[in-house]
């Protein structure tokens, strides 16, 4: 896959407040997955994204990939404190998914 | 569900020991990998595997080796553990040619601590 930079690397937010985590590439990405790792627990597939300019929602997750397909990013309305944990997007190439840094999204209630 | 099972959740080892990291699926997963975790660097690949008795490096190999000598299990060697291989390993998993739709599936991790 190719490298994929992720920011920010932490993010503490008031419950109730919006969240947004951003995945860059200096390169064309076939596509974009997604996942959630909670607090002690190991990254759980959220979403793939592959056509340009997509969106896909999951309740209160919006994932978005660029018209470029350079970039990606996962938003999250009025944040809950289930959505603590961290958040990795991936790319998958050459037979194998490349992760980026991961973003820490901690919810102070 | 597909279960993703590592042996340990906890290991410590001695500098220079030979350290077995084990890894069993049960859904008949064709591809299996192992990446370590570490703050700040996110997942990395180290090894992965398509097929029983097939192996190809991922992106930080060097000091680990792999066996598969069934499909469903996938081991991680340490030749001869340091303490820079402290790290948090994850095992995972996926059926061949479904990635773009159902990802990898995780293993819960195995903390290792060489000391």
């Known amino acids: 896959g190719q490298q994929v930079m992720q920011i920010p690397q932490y993010q503490h937010v008031q419950e109730g407040e919006d969240f947004t985590t951003y995945c860059n590439s200096s390169t064309t990405l076939s596509n974009i997955q997604w996942y959630k790792q909670r607090p002690g627990g190991h990254p759980v597939f959220l979403i793939q994204l592959v056509k340009s300019g997509e969106v896909k929602k999951q309740k209160r997750l919006t994932f978005q990939f660029g018209e470029a397909k350079k970039n990606s990013s996962l938003h999250i309305t009025a944040t809950q404190t289930t959505d603590v944990g961290t958040y990795f997007c991936?790319?998958?190439?050459?037979?194998?998914?490349?992760f980026g840094t991961g973003t820490r999204l901690t919810i102070i209630p | 569900d597909v279960k993703v099972t590592q042996s340990s959740r906890y290991l410590v080892k001695r500098t220079g020991e030979k350290v077995f990291l084990e890894c069993v699926q049960d859904?008949?997963?064709?591809?299996m990998f192992w990446y370590r975790q570490d703050p700040g660097l996110g997942l990395r690949l180290i090894y992965f595997s398509y097929d029983v008795k097939m192996k190809e490096k991922g992106d930080i190999p060097e000091g680990y080796s792999v066996s598969r000598e069934k499909k469903e299990r996938f081991s991680l060697i340490l030749e001869s553990a340091s303490t820079n291989q402290t790290s948090m390993y994850l095992c995972?998993?996926?059926?061949?040619?479904?990635?773009?739709?159902?990802?990898?599936?995780f293993g819960s991790g195995t903390r290792l601590t060489v000391v």
């Open positions: 859904m008949d997963h064709e591809n």
């Open positions: 995972a998993s996926s059926l061949e040619g479904q990635v773009l739709t159902y990802g990898y599936t």
């Open positions: 991936a790319n998958f190439g050459n037979e194998k998914l490349t």
